[in-house]
């Protein structure tokens, strides 16, 4: 049977009815796959498996909760749109608004944006409105500028979203057969971890599984409010989709880590890339640097010992390496050789570096 989406699939564990008009591109089925290189390179037995969320339609996970949410704006007669982004939430909600024949207005961060999702929220038409200030701003001015416009808020403060994006966890379990020991995500607005604990515990109650991992949320050591405590006012990283000191889903992911037995900890900046390197390099695997946190976390507590040997550990990529082209070049630049048109300068670049 053809596959078309994930409201289609969960349907029955989802608030839609037969009547609601779906608006879907197909999102969601995403591969689970298992590293085979890096557990050998840190000589550790875990099972580590990626769940590569970057082969979503629009290339992250918020097509999982763009989908949901723009279903129940249209089905509640919204002729619009709205969301602060640090870029990936506006490529979704561009697609899926083009897709529904409605508005997009997207809030974005003037310049710390990465390019792949500009281009995405341009070319499927939305409205763009770019802001002198941080995803924070943007967060605070679409909650009040949404009580005056005629517009949906399509953020993850919308209840629909987290919905939508919960199915990550039931595919994690239906793949797996079972549910893993350890879940590791990226957290910035910190929606995706609570929508996650409130997958697994779902299909625990529904008797799917009998027991759910342990959440771990990492941050960007520069915008790491849930290991500081309490709210960042200036977050900074090169991981620009998670570049948030307010989160918005600050009391769920709290109640998932302490319901799940779980941990946050921060990665510099440093490691994050050293991660997006690391998976591209040994396992064949491009992400966006906000995605490889949830690598970089992982790798060192499971070196550490924190996550023990013997493990099943999932760790969500939750967007594509297309997204950041140029995080990508200016980390490898120095590699590329220069050569005439000769075939004895291919046959020595080939020589020399074999
Ligand atoms: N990874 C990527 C690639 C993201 O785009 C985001 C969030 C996260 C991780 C963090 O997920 O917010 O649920 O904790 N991006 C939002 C956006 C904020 O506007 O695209 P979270």
Request: with cysteine; aromatic share 6%.
């Amino acid at each position: 049977m053809r596959y078309t989406g994930i409201i289609e699939n969960y349907k029955d564990r989802l608030p839609v009815s037969e009547s609601t008009r779906i608006i879907s591109l197909g999102e969601g089925n995403t591969p689970l796959i298992r590293l085979d290189n890096i557990p050998r390179e840190i000589e550790k037995a875990v099972d580590i498996y990626i769940k590569y969320e970057g082969l979503n339609p629009t290339g992250s996970f918020k097509d999982r909760g763009m989908t949901m949410a723009v279903t129940k704006a249209v089905e509640s007669g919204s002729k619009a749109i709205i969301c602060a982004s640090t870029g990936n939430t506006s490529a979704a909600a561009a697609a899926y608004a083009a897709r529904a024949g409605i508005k997009a207005f997207v809030l974005i961060p003037e310049g710390k944006i990465a390019l792949g999702k500009l281009a995405q929220a341009m070319i499927h038409g939305a409205v763009i409105i770019q802001i002198k200030g941080n995803f924070d701003d943007g967060m605070r001015l679409v909650k009040e500028v949404a009580e005056h416009a005629p517009v949906s808020i399509v953020n993850s403060i919308n209840p629909y979203r987290l919905q939508g994006q919960k199915t990550a966890a039931f595919e994690i379990i239906e793949q797996l057969g079972f549910a893993p020991d350890y879940h590791c995500l990226p957290v910035g607005n910190a929606g995706n971890i609570s929508a996650h604990w409130m997958g697994y515990t779902e299909y625990k109650d529904y008797g799917k599984v009998n027991n759910t991992p342990r959440m771990v949320g990492y941050q960007a050591a520069g915008a790491a409010p849930f290991i500081k405590g309490s709210m960042v006012d200036k977050p900074d990283t090169i991981a620009t989709a998670i570049r948030i000191g307010h989160p918005q889903s600050w009391d769920l992911a709290w109640n998932a880590q302490k319901e799940s037995d779980g941990w946050f900890d921060s990665c510099t900046d440093d490691e994050i890339l050293e991660a997006q390197k690391l998976l591209t390099e040994k396992e064949g695997i491009f992400c966006e640097p906000a995605s490889a946190t949830s690598i970089a976390g992982a790798v060192r507590d499971i070196k550490n010992g924190k996550i023990p040997e013997g493990s099943k550990v999932v760790c969500t990529l939750t967007g594509h390496g297309l997204k950041d082209p140029d995080t990508a070049i200016s980390q490898c630049s120095s590699d590329m050789i220069n050569i005439n048109p000769i075939m004895e300068e291919v046959r020595d670049a080939i020589i020399n570096n074999m």
